[in-house]
């Protein structure tokens, strides 16, 4: 359920885009956005339901905190239920080694946080989320390891309807991994890196770095 492509590391600080199920044969997916070295290390994809996925991401979440010393973001997007994740996120969440994303307005004269945790996907937030991960991979600023999300990548096109032309995934392949990953884009911009962390003696280094492997 889980992909790493290495090690996650003392004083890194971790942004995470998630996207639920839409349904029957449908996926969840989580991209690990490393705001310090700006990769993704590791990736959740499953055929599962949200509920599912939330225990796994919770254990995870508390992990890289442990590991790295400073506190992941994480943001479910909140159709299909994903505002009903976030809160099961916030009840487990009992040692406060995460912190759930406030999303903020876009698109109105009222730009700030609201009181939505999670991240809503909409006509004022899906083409500019889409468009901005399309520069920063354009741009080579954001280094990707995971062959199936670039593979969706590949299959993500612009399609005309009657009312719009509109990026989505092609006929029978899936946009999972794409939309967490540009939910995670997002946090990447507009969650602030932390201003210091405490740094382990010699002795506690030797048990930080950790993989899922």
Known sequence: MFRQYRSIDEGE??????????????????????????????VYHEKVTGSIMVPYLHNVLEK??????????????????GHELMDRLGTLNREGKYILYL????????????NKYGWDTNTATRPMMLEALKNAIDGKALKLYDK???????????????????????????????????IAWQLYQQVPSPAKYYIPSKDDISNRNWSLK
Do not use: H
């Open 103 to 114: 999303m903020e307005t876009t698109g109105t004269t009222s730009d700030g946080p609201t």
């Open 148 to 182: 199936l999300t670039i593979e969706e990548l590949y299959s993500f096109v612009k399609v005309r309807t009657t009312t719009m032309v509109k990026a989505q995934a092609e006929v029978g392949a899936f946009d999972d991994l794409v939309m967490s990953l540009a």
């Open 64 to 81: 890289i905190y442990e590991t790295t010393n400073i506190k992941p973001t994480i943001a479910i997007e909140r159709n299909f239920g």
């Open 13 to 42: 600080q971790f942004v995470v885009g998630a996207d639920t199920s839409a349904g029957l044969n449908d996926y969840c997916a989580a991209q690990f956005v490393s705001k310090t070295k700006i990769d993704v290390p590791l």
